[in-house]
């Protein structure tokens, strides 16, 4: 051992076992010590006669975790980690593996060249590689088809959900359950009893089961795999294990690893993986900032946002009052909250006495007084600002000093809605997505006058409340929306010179988003934000709208709806495109996919570079964190900022430049340094 080499693994014997433990903290991930440790302590094992058989275990809180993803990308360092698993696997002595806490990645590929396992009730063990755009790429594929068979290894594999200990035993994966609390010495014990039973190596067992499943889980999957490579690639290994050899299995293993780990969409996954803790992180915040107690939660309106922000809150156990103005509204608000949540627990999420526990803490009122002793509210009533700032002005008198006071506004100006209230150092934005009880994404809207601890206590109650919370400066739609702007307005554009609703839409799918402009128009309501006149028809969407088509709800909108809202193309959409064709006198042309790419993508890139510059956005990555958890931008692509870097920069500028558009001079910049964001 070098002389700067942490020492990260030690052994210790018990009579004719040794225990070789594992300690680097927290997780006890594979850095390139532990390797060395590793095979430092084997090889001493293996060399003491004295020694009849070797446990593996770890202190600390789990078992070894995984990978030190910190060392991805950069030059290898310390032994090679097949070359430290191969030399384990070979060993000439019984080799155990003791698990608790979690066995995942490299963790359980290390278990797995172990010759047998016990684990505690508590355990869990996974491959969950595929979730970073990877696959195990230390044997894992080869191994888990020799021990857990065909099915359980491509489950395993494509979908990356660890497996509790007790399944894992049924599994076969576990050999033996030991005591929660007496994992080491029940791990010595096992390990003396099997001394006579000798060696099992892992790669010398059999494959067995029926590679067909391969096939069913591609088909089950289909929606959720769509685009990405990693879960296809998973399964590939997995089914070359039931025909070659092991060694050309694992070769097989090495080269569709190489693919992925090179390829751009895992590099975009393990990109969103760091840049969603990120977002969390809040510049410029004095790091002892105290957060404010939130105990209890006020919501104003129990209208689609009202009822579904609520949700999240009551799943925590928060009471929450909620403020309507008349007893219908409220009513009906709460009867939506309540079917939700029965259909959720018919489908088994939650207990049908969880339900009624979560409707329990719910206070209904019709009197904005009632929010006197909340500590957060958050108002969700009609996108208006002379709404929002009277309410704001009234909550003023009513809250409790301390009490956070904060807008769910899509658009409008925070700071004014701020200014409405004597402490406008309360007041911020907090922009849920809906459906709000399931989308993931929360904007939290700084205002010039917002206090640190406001701001540190949303994004904090914004992760207690399972959401990935992001903050954003005041503008007109913060992030997410100010950067669907240019693109809808594009989308439009492009149906006057040619293209359908149907092609902008399936290039947009086709890309990997859940559905393109029009078909999210349609489903949000083609009138919203609509100015309500039928005879004011300046654009095609207000021809659409006068003539009643609001989308899926009216089964008419930009496209034709049956009765189980599939849709088709309409021929009446087609006609009022072609009437504002000709009054504004455009000569139709065929539209190439990739103009819309670049029309509609890419003008997203240049108002993200806007926000960025403007400083709206606290980094790129906070950018790309916003239109995977709000819009669903595909992972694989790890949002636009990350795929501007991907596709180019300076082909992005100057495709803008030739349709017309006025580069943001920070993507100038990165695109005169050929560099990404
Ligand atoms: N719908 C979306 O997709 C979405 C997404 C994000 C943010 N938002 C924003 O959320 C807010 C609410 O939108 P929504 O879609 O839930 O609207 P909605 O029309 O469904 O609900 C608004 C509710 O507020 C109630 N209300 C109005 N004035 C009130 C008052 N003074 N006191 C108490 N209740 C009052 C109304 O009766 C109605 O039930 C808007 O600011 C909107 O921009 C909407």
Redesign the pocket.
């Known amino acids: 051992m070098s002389e700067e080499t942490p020492v990260s693994v030690t052994m210790q014997k018990d009579g004719e076992v040794a225990v070789v433990i594992v300690n680097n903290p927290p997780v006890n991930a594979l850095s390139w010590h532990v390797r060395q440790g590793l095979k430092d302590n084997f090889e001493a094992a293996l060399a003491d006669d004295g020694v009849k058989a070797i446990v593996l275990r770890c202190d600390g809180a789990t078992f070894i975790a995984g990978a030190d993803i910190s060392e991805f990308g950069k030059p290898p360092r310390g032994p090679d980690f097949n070359a430290v698993l191969n030399m384990i696997e070979a060993a000439t002595k019984p080799v155990v593996a003791a698990i608790h806490g979690t066995a995942l990645g490299g963790g359980l590929e290390t278990a797995l060249v172990c010759h047998y396992r016990v684990a505690v009730p508590s355990a869990k063990l996974g491959v969950p590689e595929v979730k970073l755009g990877l696959l195990p790429g230390a044997g894992g594929t080869q191994r888990l088809p020799r021990v857990v068979g065909v099915e359980a290894a491509a489950t395993m594999t494509s979908l990356g959900d660890p497996v509790p200990a007790p399944r894992a035993k049924e599994m076969g994966l576990v050999d033996e359950l030991a005591g929660e609390d007496s994992l080491a010495a029940d791990a010595i014990a096992f390990a003396r009893a099997k001394i006579a039973d000798g060696p099992r190596p892992t790669r010398e067992r059999a494959v067995f089961g029926d590679v067909g499943v391969i096939e069913k889980l591609k088909t089950a999957n289909a929606k959720r795999w769509r685009g990405f490579e990693a879960p296809y690639a998973n399964l590939a290994c997995v089914e070359a294990a039931t025909r070659l050899p092991f060694d050309e299995g694992l070769a097989f293993e090495r080269q569709e690893f190489m693919k992925l780990m090179m390829g751009s969409q895992s590099a975009a996954q393990r990109h969103i993986f760091f840049a969603e803790r990120q977002a969390a992180k809040i510049d410029g915040l004095p790091k002892d900032t105290q957060l404010r107690d939130i105990k209890k939660v006020g919501i104003?309106?129990?209208?689609?946002?009202?009822g579904g922000i609520m949700m999240n809150f009551l799943q925590k156990g928060f009471p929450c009052t909620i403020?309507?103005?008349?007893q219908e509204?409220l009513d009906r608000?709460l009867g939506v909250v309540r079917k939700n949540y029965d259909a959720s627990a018919a489908k088994g999420r939650f207990k049908p006495e969880q339900v009624d526990q979560m409707m329990g803490l719910i206070t209904p009122a019709l009197e904005?007084d009632a929010l006197a002793d909340c500590d957060l509210i958050i108002e969700?009533?009609?996108?208006n600002m002379d709404?929002?700032k009277?309410?704001f002005g009234k909550l003023d008198k009513i809250a409790k000093p301390g009490a956070i006071l904060a807008?769910?506004?899509?658009?409008?100006d925070v700071n004014e809605i701020a200014a409405s209230t004597s402490r406008p150092g309360d007041v911020l934005g907090m922009?849920?997505?809906?459906p709000?009880n399931v989308m993931k994404l929360l904007e939290v809207v700084r205002g010039d006058k917002t206090a640190p601890d406001v701001l540190a206590t949303a994004m904090a109650i914004g992760k207690k409340i399972g959401k990935v919370a992001v903050v954003a400066g005041v503008c007109h739609g913060f992030i997410g929306n100010r950067m669907l702007a240019p693109r809808q307005i594009e989308a439009q554009k492009l149906l006057l010179e040619g293209a359908t609703p149907a092609q902008v839409d399936k290039v947009h799918v086709d890309f990997g988003m859940p559905m393109g402009p029009f078909q999210m128009s349609d489903l949000?309501g083609v009138d919203?934000g609509w100015h309500r006149d039928p005879n004011r028809i300046e654009s095609i969407r207000d021809a659409l709208c006068a003539e009643g088509r609001w989308g899926q709800k009216k089964q008419a909108g930009f496209y034709d709806y049956d009765d189980k809202r599939n849709p088709s193309e309409s021929p009446r959409v087609a006609e009022i495109i072609e009437e504002f064709r000709q009054k504004a006198g455009i000569q139709k042309r065929e539209i190439s996919d990739q103009e819309i790419v670049e029309r509609t993508l890419y003008p997203m890139v240049n108002e993200g570079a806007l926000i960025l510059a403007e400083g709206k956005a606290q980094r790129a990555s906070d950018i790309d964190v916003v239109w995977i958890y709000g819009y669903g931008w595909p992972v694989y692509r790890g949002g636009p900022m990350f795929w501007a870097g991907l596709e180019g920069t300076d082909k992005i500028a100057a495709a803008l430049e030739k349709h017309g558009f006025t580069v943001a001079p920070l993507l100038a910049e990165k695109a005169a340094a050929k560099a990404g964001f």
């Open positions: 104003i309106g129990a209208g689609t946002m009202g403020v309507e103005m008349q509204a608000g904005l969700a009533v009609y996108e709404v929002k009277d309410i807008s769910n506004t899509s658009y409008l922009h849920f997505f809906s709000a949000a919203i």
